[in-house]
């Protein structure tokens, strides 16, 4: 399999690019890891990667989506963008997740994509406006991966989303960064309404047969304003998507990514790690994407590598979440979650003022976290990677 992905990356993408993905990706963010190691071992906390939601603009309305839209939207502004990566930088972090809403309707993305060739960007994006011009400027950047969310069959797309072909505009769109050589990703969140379409070896086939590079496999999160609770996945199902993952590595020509488990198949929070942590619209320093509390604010911060470190709030969520739970607090106890959030006086930065109304309604589901239920890889490459690398960048819980 190893093999066969490598021929399609030398045949299917731009050698620059390529180039780029090994160095700033691959080889800065292995240095990232032990850095961040380092400055663990030393008592220092300061995350190896950082999340940025640049805007809550978006054209669509997905199901469980936690982004307060505004009208007009929130845009983060660039110099607080290229004064939180100067500050990662310092810190050894070459790597940044942009998120949104939609980060393609943030007017400055191209200039701060720019700004930083030293750096490799994610853009997680629904891919409806990635056109043939905007693929060819990713291009001539070189430092981005286009993520693009599908998650379901062309009908199941449309209800989960909330607007009207949205499939086939997301498959325009990834199909634009195929043309382009871009190294591309699909990122899936598993619910019961696509587990049947989406955690099988045909849809992975039919992503190779697109020019798609990498396929990302999430858990569902019935949380936001509209958290569909019903789609959430119980035991049986988690412990499916895990087999299938792991079996799925053996055999298709693509990487397979997940942020859940580790070379043993137990699981983890890369927000209780500390690894990675997130930034929304308003410069809020949020514990992950779907955690809207936070303490500190990185916008109104003269500090910005002073206030990530050493964030009393960051600390006692990295302290507190691991007692409980190696997998995610939110789904497995919105209640003990609710507590610490009070107890460290956290604001709601959900732009809704309903946060623990939220908490409060969310039911505990299951998470990632099953014990005795471990499956552990058993592809070579990927127990390497995830045991001395990295566990798939730890994006997104
Ligand atoms: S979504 Fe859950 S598992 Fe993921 S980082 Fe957040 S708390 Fe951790």
New binding site residues.
């Given amino acids: 399999m190893i093999g066969r992905f490598a021929w399609r990356l030398l045949r299917e993408t731009d050698p620059r690019l390529l180039w780029k993905l090994v160095h700033t990706l691959g080889w800065k963010g292995m240095r990232a890891i032990r850095s961040f190691e380092r400055r663990r071992d030393r008592g220092e906390t300061f995350p190896a990667f950082l999340f940025l939601s640049i805007t809550n603009a978006c054209n669509l309305r997905c199901q469980g989506c936690w982004v307060t839209q505004s009208s007009p939207p929130k845009h983060l502004e660039l110099e607080t963008l290229n004064r939180i990566i100067e500050a990662g930088k310092q810190h050894g972090c070459s790597f940044y997740g942009i998120l949104g809403g939609e980060p393609f309707l943030h007017p400055r993305l191209f200039d701060l994509l720019r700004a930083h060739p030293d750096c490799y960007f994610q853009v997680f994006t629904n891919g409806t406006l990635i056109t043939p011009e905007t693929a060819a400027a990713l291009r001539r950047l070189g430092n981005v991966t286009p993520l693009i969310s599908i998650e379901g069959s062309e009908s199941v797309s449309d209800v989960r989303r909330g607007g009207a072909r949205v499939f086939a505009r997301s498959l325009e769109g990834l199909q634009a960064c195929a043309r382009e050589r871009l190294f591309t990703g699909v990122a899936c969140s598993i619910c019961k309404s696509n587990l049947e379409d989406l955690a099988g070896e045909p849809f992975a086939r039919r992503l190779v047969e697109l020019g798609v590079h990498y396929l990302w496999y999430y858990i569902y999160?019935p949380v936001g304003p509209r958290p569909a609770p019903e789609l959430a996945l119980d035991r049986d199902e988690v412990r499916r998507l895990r087999r299938h993952i792991v079996a799925l590595r053996r055999r298709a020509p693509l990487l397979v990514v997940d942020?859940?488990w580790d070379h043993d198949g137990k699981a983890?929070?890369?927000?209780?790690l500390g690894i990675?942590h997130h930034v929304n619209p308003f410069g809020d320093l949020e514990?992950?994407?779907?955690?809207q509390f936070a303490a500190d604010n990185l916008a109104r911060a003269d500090d910005i590598a002073g206030t990530i470190a050493h964030s009393p709030f960051l600390d006692r969520f990295r302290d507190a979440?691991p007692r409980r739970t190696r997998?995610?607090?939110?789904?497995e106890d919105p209640a003990a979650l609710a507590n610490l959030l009070r107890e460290t006086g956290a604001r709601d930065t959900t732009g809704r003022g309903t946060g623990f109304a939220e908490l409060a309604a969310l039911c505990p589901c299951q998470?990632?976290h099953m014990p005795g239920d471990e499956v552990p890889e058993d592809h070579w490459a990927y127990r390497f990677a995830k045991k001395h690398w990295f566990f798939g960048f730890?994006a997104?819980?």
Avoid at 268 to 272: D, T
Avoid at 287 to 291: G, L, N
Avoid at 327 to 331: A, D, H, Q
């Fill in positions: 999160r942020s859940y983890l929070c890369p927000a209780a990675s514990p992950c994407p779907i955690i979440v997998g995610c607090i939110v789904l998470s990632h730890g997104y819980g």
